[in-house]
């Protein structure tokens, strides 16, 4: 079973940044499909961005795009979400994904997930 550990979150101002990580284990970023989901108090899981496994497509939910940037760096097996521009709406537990498709596309629908990682807590306050 693969394993995925994310890292990064942190309390931050708005219109700060962070950088997310997710470390996996038993599993090549290189060659997989991997999304980051964050879940906000009260609210469900929502997608925030994925990136292909064959190709490098990547997709921003409307929310974040021109803010967010995922990336991976197949040197150390991790995939990153480099967050700009925080706003208080960006707060949640944001988890990061793989799914075994092996696409040139990619998606954030939690549905198409087989592997989740526990979570890191970005609280974006005043």
């Known amino acids: 079973q693969p394993q995925l550990v994310e890292s990064g979150g942190d309390l931050v101002q708005p219109g700060r940044s962070l950088r997310l990580s997710c470390a996996a284990v038993?599993?090549?970023?290189?060659?997989?499909?991997i999304a980051w989901f964050r879940q906000a108090p009260g609210k469900e899981r929502e997608g925030v961005s994925c990136?292909?496994?064959?190709?490098?497509?990547?997709i921003y939910t409307s929310s974040v795009e021109g803010r967010f940037t995922i990336s991976r760096d197949s040197t150390k097996n991790t995939v990153y979400l480099i967050m700009t521009d925080l706003k208080p709406e960006d707060t949640a537990v944001y988890y990061c994904?793989?799914?075994?498709?092996?696409?040139?596309?990619?998606?954030?629908?939690?549905?198409?997930?087989?592997?989740w990682g526990k979570g890191t807590l970005v609280t974006v306050v005043s």
């Open positions: 994904a793989a799914s075994e498709r092996a696409y040139y596309d990619c998606t954030i629908n939690k549905n198409d997930i087989d592997y």
């Open positions: 038993g599993l090549n970023v290189a060659a997989s499909e």
């Open positions: 990136i292909s496994a064959r190709g490098g497509t990547t």
